[in-house]
Structures are given as C-alpha cells and as structure tokens.
C-alpha cells in the first residue's frame, strides 16, 4: 500500500544540536509531499511543501527520490520546535496522507 | 486563522447516541476535509468534499455521514457513535485543492 512512514514516534535533541525528522514514502512518480506541525494545544499548521524549496523557522527539507525520503532538518534546534511533526503526501484527489507523526522534544 | 472553525471543542456522548460535529469556514474554500486524530495512526481522513454538493469517501469512512448542502460548511456526523470513535477530528479546507490545507482546532469526542 501507499503509504507515508515516519519511523521515529519520539525524539529529544538538546538545544543548539542539530535535528533530522525522518520521513519515507512509497508513492510513485512526482509527490507532493509537505511537513506540518503542532504545538501544544494549537492547531496543525503547514511548515514546509517541498515545491516551494523555501527555510521556514530554520527547517528545510529536501526531496530525495533515489531514497524515497523527504528528511526535514534543522542545524541548531530550539526549545521553541518541541512540537508533533507531521510529513504528509497530496493525493490526486487533493486529500492528505499523513504518517504517524514523530513528537520532537527539545531539551534546554 | 479564524477562517475555519470546529464545533464543539469538547463532547463528552454514550455509545448509541447521534452526534454531529461542525466545521465552518468563511474563506469560501472548495475543497474541505474531515480527519481523525489517534496515536499511532497520525491523521486519517474520513470524507472529503470538492465542493457544494460533492463528497467522496476517504481511508476510515465507515460509521460517518457527511453532507455538503452550502460551500461555508461540512458537518460530520455519527449516526451511531460506538467507543472506536473516540478521537481528535480535525476539519480542514483548502482554495482550490492545489492550495494548502488549513486546519481547525479541532474536536475532541469521547465516547463511553
């Protein structure tokens, strides 16, 4: 099945370390593929599409497609990131497929 | 963005019972979503709608009626809600589909 896969369901990083949220697909072709967050007690919000090719809040993510990732990474983390990260991929029905989410605690 | 709200926050319901969950928006978005929250699974999505009058089925559509009578609302509804749908509902709408989703706060349900 298509799927979105997001191995890791915890992580904790110290702040100023670098972070790397994981995340593979088996979908075929050009995907569109996005990460979304959620801070505590508020609403999913879009961080990053990979066709934007754009640094929100120091993240950046990259499409590989030779290994099916699109890896989200950010060189020093902050407290401030503690959140669940979602990667997401866009359906041709415009629907999104999320992966289980990984929640990323940032230590002080 | 207080474009798209949910309705209620919180619900507290019996197994059995009916209940409806409402989603607004008020940015005129055609496409509008409904997706369930669980640990594990992330956000699955239960009905969508391309616009007025037009839903399809999503990954978890059993147990779920939607409807779609005017652009600005989606409402979900359980006819008979059973405790496997105890969840996190999130509504989310998007421009044109090409768009980014945005979402609602969302609705916790718990049933008993």
């Known amino acids: 099945a298509q799927r979105v896969t997001q191995p890791e369901k915890l992580l904790s990083v110290f702040k100023g370390a670098p972070v790397e949220l994981k995340c593979n697909y088996s979908?075929?072709?050009?995907?569109?593929l996005f990460w979304y967050v959620q801070y505590s007690r508020q609403r999913l919000q879009l961080l990053l599409r990979h066709i934007s090719r754009e640094s929100i809040k120091g993240f950046t993510a990259d499409l590989n497609k030779g290994e099916t990732s699109f890896h989200l990474k950010k060189p020093f983390a902050q407290e401030e990131d503690s959140a669940m990260y979602y990667c997401?991929?866009?359906?041709?029905?415009?629907?999104?497929?999320f992966g289980s989410g990984t929640q990323l605690t940032v230590l002080p | 963005d207080a474009g798209i709200t949910q309705s209620p926050r919180y619900k507290i319901t019996e197994t059995g019972r009916q209940v409806t969950l409402m989603c607004h928006q008020t940015w005129s978005h055609s496409y509008m979503f409904w997706y369930r929250q669980d640990l594990g699974h992330g956000l699955r999505l239960i009905y969508y709608s391309a616009a007025a009058d037009i839903t399809d089925k999503g990954e978890v559509p059993d147990g779920y009626v939607v409807s779609r009578s005017k652009t600005e609302n989606f409402p979900l509804t359980l006819e008979s809600a059973t405790r496997s749908q105890t969840s996190v509902y999130f509504c989310a709408s998007s421009a044109d589909g090409n768009q980014p989703q945005h979402f609602g706060d969302g609705t916790r349900l718990s049933i008993l």
């Open positions: 979908y075929s072709g050009s995907p569109e």
């Open positions: 997401a991929h866009r359906g041709s029905a415009r629907q999104l497929t």
